[in-house]
């Protein structure tokens, strides 16, 4: 299969790309670097150093002995993407080339326009270029659970069987997202469905839960092949900005009560899982959704687990909660459906205490990197009307180019 890889520079993109090349599949991808430039502005870097992309194309020839093809490009200019697609023709595009991080999209008024602006053009560009250039393509596109926020009852896999007034239909789930950004990929999830609709494409829509982990096992030793990670405010999830945290010793801080519950799975299990997507893919006009991830943990109970195994390898960091910088439930019910992926053979590959010793080991040599940008665990974005007027003001302030 000829896979092409949006955002192939970033954590998942870089991982997938190996992982299907291990596989024996044909991998190209398209990158601006942009990932790197926005942990550069929260003042961060990778834990894990990550080498420039020659290098990582040397390293990845040398690996697995074949290309991979790259693309500088811009997501949001439409003539690249479709020359892109012209160029190599893929079978399959994995669309990972969106601002990932409800944080920044919510710092202050550029961030959100940019958050969206970016992500639903770049969306709205591939399906066009599909469209235009690779009708027969699979487009598996990288949604989110926080698409579905936390309602009160359980969460379907994209539909579910409404009857009211008397009548019946199958609809789309409503969303509830808590963020702009997370409501940039509610608007990528529709626009991708009416797509389907309209022009007969394929396309899987998975709702990712949150990743963690620092390789997977095709990766070997070669550190040009290691994929980033990140641990500040807006680009570190919460999992691995608590392991960087456990490092340096440096209190591990859930938020609020802890009490909110997401789904987690590891890298090689994302992996994994988008692998058997591609592998299986929709028939045309097809729009469907996977709810991707293997466990369903608290924050506070995540918080432990890190603690927990870090103090098995000698690092002592406390569970110091902190408050709460965004509007979100902190009690709630939380009961996602995840079958389809078990259905094409999903199975976890090692239990959550076993990939954070893995994850702990990976980044202890890395720990004098991580200590020297510590100040990226701090919390300065907050979702509410709390956030300091000096700040509001230096917003407006740019906004009228004073």
């Excluded at 899987?204 to 997977?216: A, F, K, L, P, S």
């Amino acid at each position: 299969m000829r896979v092409f890889i949006a955002g192939v520079d970033g954590y998942l993109g870089f991982t997938l790309a190996q992982h299907l090349a291990a596989r024996g599949h044909d991998v190209a991808g398209a990158d601006a670097f942009l990932r790197r430039r926005w942990v550069g502005e929260m003042g961060s870097w990778s834990a894990v150093p990550i080498a420039p992309m020659a290098e990582r194309r040397d390293a990845f020839r040398d690996r697995y002995g074949r290309d991979l093809t790259f693309f500088s490009l811009d997501l949001t200019n439409y003539a690249g993407v479709a020359w892109a697609l012209a160029e190599f023709r893929p079978d399959a595009v994995v669309h990972l080339g969106e601002c990932p991080s409800a944080p920044y999209s919510m710092l202050d008024v550029h961030h959100a326009t940019f958050v969206q602006t970016n992500n639903i053009t770049s969306t709205f560009n591939l399906l066009y270029a599909i469209r235009d250039v690779v009708p027969d393509a699979h487009l598996l596109k990288l949604g989110t659970m926080g698409e579905y926020g936390t309602p009160n009852v359980p969460i379907p896999e994209g539909f579910f069987e409404v009857e009211y007034r008397g009548r019946r239909d199958r609809m789309p789930f409503p969303r509830q997202a808590g963020s702009f950004y997370h409501w940039s990929k509610v608007a990528g999830s529709n626009n991708i469905m009416l797509a389907c609709k309209l022009y007969g494409l394929a396309a899987t829509d998975v709702m990712q839960g949150v990743v963690y982990g620092t390789r997977i096992e095709a990766m070997g030793e070669d550190r040009r092949l290691a994929t980033r990670l990140d641990f500040d405010e807006c680009f570190g999830t919460a999992i691995n900005r608590f392991c960087c945290q456990a490092i340096v010793g440096h209190p591990i801080t859930p938020y609020g009560s802890g009490h909110q519950k997401r789904g987690f799975l590891s890298l090689s299990d994302s992996m994994q899982c988008l692998t058997l997507a591609l592998e299986h893919p929709p028939v045309a006009g097809e729009y469907r959704v996977f709810n991707q991830f293997a466990e369903v943990h608290d924050i506070s109970g995540l918080a432990e687990n890190v603690r927990r195994a870090a103090a098995n390898l000698g690092f002592d960091a406390p569970v110091v909660p902190v408050d709460n910088p965004r509007t979100e439930a902190e009690e709630h019910y939380y009961e996602p459906d995840h079958r389809a992926l078990a259905d094409l053979g999903y199975r976890p590959t090692r239990t959550m205490g076993e990939e954070l010793s893995v994850m702990l080991g990976d980044l202890a040599p890395h720990a004098a990197r991580i200590a020297e940008k510590r100040h990226a665990f701090r919390l300065d974005v907050r979702w509410d009307d709390a956030a300091s007027r000096a700040a509001r003001r230096r917003t407006a302030l740019t906004a009228v180019g004073a």
